[in-house]
C-alpha cells in the first residue's frame, strides 16, 4: 500500500499519517506495524481479506478508542497483539475470543476502567498480559482463578491504576510462576498486614516485581478524621503498620514425612477455628481431606508428604471481637537431601563419584 515499506513479510505502515487500516493488504504479511498514526477505529472488516500468515499486529500510539468485537476474526494465528499507548475505555465481552493463539497482549497505557469477565475467555496460550497504566480500580481476580484464567500465563502486570487492596489470600495459591510475576507497583494500596507480608516475601525471595520497583510499592495508612490519607514510601515497614509481629511461620519437610502445623492465635476466647489449603480448599473438621487431619488442639496434621502439598496454609481463628489469620509456609524438599531417610546421601554419592573418575583417569 502506499506509504508503506514492504520487506519480505514484514510491512510497515508506522508514522504514515494513517486515518484507517490501508488495503489491500498482501496476504503473505506476517508482521503488520501499524504504530504511531491516526486510526481511531478498528471495524470487524479492516482486512479486506483473511490474513492467515500474520503473527504480530502493532496498533500502539494511534488514539485507538473502539475495537469491533469480530475485528480479529480474520487473523486466527495471531500471536502478539500491540493495542498500547491508545484511548481504549473498556474491554468488552468476549474480544479477544478469535485469538486462540494469541501469546502477548499490551493493553498497558489506555484509560481501561472496565474489563468484562468474558474479554480474555479462549486464550488457552496467552502467557504476557500488560494492563500497566490504566485506570483498572478492581482487582480482576476471575483472570487468576482456575478454570477461567489462561493456563499459560505467566504474567500479569497491573502496575500504576487505582488498585486499593489486593485479594492477598487468593494470590498466595497461585502457582509460583505467575505469583512471582505479578506487578502491583504504583497503586494506592491501603496498607495492612497481609500486603506486607505478601511484599516481605518477594523481597526475602528476591523477586524482581519487588526488588526492581520497590520505591513505587507505596501503600496509604487509614485516614484520620478530617484529614487525608497518608502515603508511606517503603510498604514494608512493620513497624509502620505494627506488623513486626508478622503471624507468620516457615516450615520445612521433606517428601514422605509427616508433619504438624501449629494455630498458636492471640485470641485467648476464640469461637471456631478452620484451615485453609495452598489450593483454597477449606480441610474438614471431621475427618480430615484425605492426608490433613485437624487435630484436638487445633493443629493441622499432614502425612506422606507430596510436592504438591508445599505452599501457604492458613489458619483462621475468629473471637468475640475481630478475627485473626495465622499462616505457615510449608517447603516440602527432595528426600535425597535428607538425612534420616534410607538411600545414599547427595555428599557422599559425589564423593564416590570423583574417587571412582580419579581411579579411572590413573587406569587409563
Known sequence: PPRCVCASNILSCSRAAL???????????????????????????????RLAH????????????????????????????????????????NLFSDLPELEVLLLYNNE????????????????????????????PLELLRDGSRPPQLSLLDLSSNRLRSLPAAELQALPAWLRDRLYVHGNPLGCDCPLYRLVARGRHRRLSAVLDFQEELRCQLPAAPGRAPVAVLE?????????????????EAYLGDSVTLGCD????AAHGRHWVTPGGDR????????????????????????????????????????????????????????????GLNTAYTTLVGCILSVVLVLIY
Do not use: M
Open 265 to 268: 492465635s492471640r485470641l485467648r
Open 283 to 342: 480441610v474438614p473438621e471431621e475427618g480430615g481431606n484425605g492426608s490433613a487431619a485437624v487435630l484436638a488442639n487445633g493443629s493441622l496434621q499432614l502425612r506422606a508428604l507430596r510436592p504438591e502439598d508445599g505452599g501457604t496454609y492458613a489458619c483462621r481463628v475468629s473471637g468475640p471481637a475481630f478475627n485473626e489469620t495465622l499462616y505457615v509456609e510449608l517447603l516440602v524438599h527432595n528426600f535425597t537431601l535428607h538425612g534420616p531417610h534410607d
Open 54 to 93: 500474520l503473527h504480530a499486529l502493532l496498533l500502539a500510539h494511534n488514539g485507538l478508542a473502539f475495537v469491533s468485537t469480530e475485528a480479529f476474526g480474520h487473523v486466527p494465528h495471531l500471536r502478539h497483539l500491540d493495542l498500547s499507548s491508545n484511548r481504549l475505555r473498556a474491554l468488552e465481552e
Open 235 to 251: 510498604l514494608g515497614s512493620p513497624e509502620l503498620l505494627n506488623c513486626s509481629e508478622a503471624r507468620e511461620a516457615v516450615l
Open 112 to 139: 481501561i476502567s472496565a474489563v468484562d469477565r468474558s474479554a480474555f475467555d479462549n486464550l488457552s496460550r496467552l502467557r504476557k498480559l500488560y494492563l500497566g497504566r490504566n485506570h483498572i480500580a478492581r482487582f
Open 19 to 49: 486515518s484507517s487500516v490501508p488495503a489491500p493488504l498482501p496476504r503473505f504479511t506476517s508482521v503488520l506495524d501499524l504504530s504511531h498514526n491516526n486510526i481511531s477505529r478498528l471495524r470487524a472488516d479492516w482486512a479486506a481479506g
